[in-house]
T-cell receptor
């Protein structure tokens, strides 16, 4: 049971570099989410998707882009990384909308921007 | 707009003692409320959720939470702490038809032998 898989798990970038985080889920879930976790601030929603080909902005979308070309994959991109984007990033998926459904989380991707 | 406040970023309890984690929310509509747990180096897992049925909700690993509308609270309790309960706990709220959960800042629980 793979569930939600994130790659890479660790990455160090220099300011201005770009990168893509990949999230893959094997549960046939419609909804997928990208959160960032910072100490004392809980998890904040970056972008989310309610189905293949759709994306929407969350609470803190600036500096990030996403794509959902395939139902099982949700990509998070940083075009020009900044130190403020140093964080732990979590992908999650759910069968139902977050309002009633359980979210299944990946193990996280730790990003450091120097 | 919805928001969640967790009182206390760190809680230390002795093994066998009561665990009480506090969560207060603000919401303009009847909310859906959740508690998630995060063990070290892992993603979050659902402990329990309130979706307007019984006000006392039982979850996994002996945890339960009570929804109190008058106090806008959804505190998490466990009668007897176990070493394996050491983790970070997050309260979350979702309003109406939205697809978004709003998380509190988290409470890290340390269990002393």
């Amino acid at each position: 049971n793979a569930g939600v898989t994130q790659t890479p798990k660790f990455r160090v970038l220099k300011t201005g570099q770009s990168m893509t985080l990949l999230c893959a889920q094997d549960m046939n879930h419609e909804y997928m989410y990208w959160y960032r976790q910072d100490p004392g601030m809980g998890l904040r929603l970056i972008h989310y998707s309610v189905g293949e080909g759709t994306t929407a902005k969350g609470e803190v979308p600036d500096g990030y882009n996403v794509s959902r070309l395939k139902k099982q994959n949700f990509l998070l991109g940083l075009e020009s990384a900044a130190p403020s984007q140093t964080s732990v990033y979590f992908c999650a998926s759910s069968l139902l909308a977050a309002v009633t459904g359980e979210l299944f989380f990946g193990e996280g991707s730790r990003l450091t921007v120097l | 707009a919805q928001s969640v406040t967790q009182l206390g970023s760190h809680v230390s309890v002795s093994e066998g003692a009561l665990v009480l984690l506090r969560c207060n929310y603000s919401s303009s509509v009847p909310p859906y409320l959740f508690w998630y747990v995060q063990y070290p180096n892992q993603g979050l897992q659902l402990l329990l959720k309130y979706t307007s049925a019984a006000t006392l909700v039982k979850g996994i690993n002996g945890f339960e939470a009570e929804f109190k509308k008058s106090e806008t609270s959804f505190h998490l309790t466990k009668p007897s702490a176990h070493m394996s309960d050491a983790a970070e706990y997050f309260c979350a709220v979702s309003e109406g038809a939205g697809n978004k959960l709003t998380f509190g800042g988290g409470t890290r629980v340390l269990v002393k032998p």
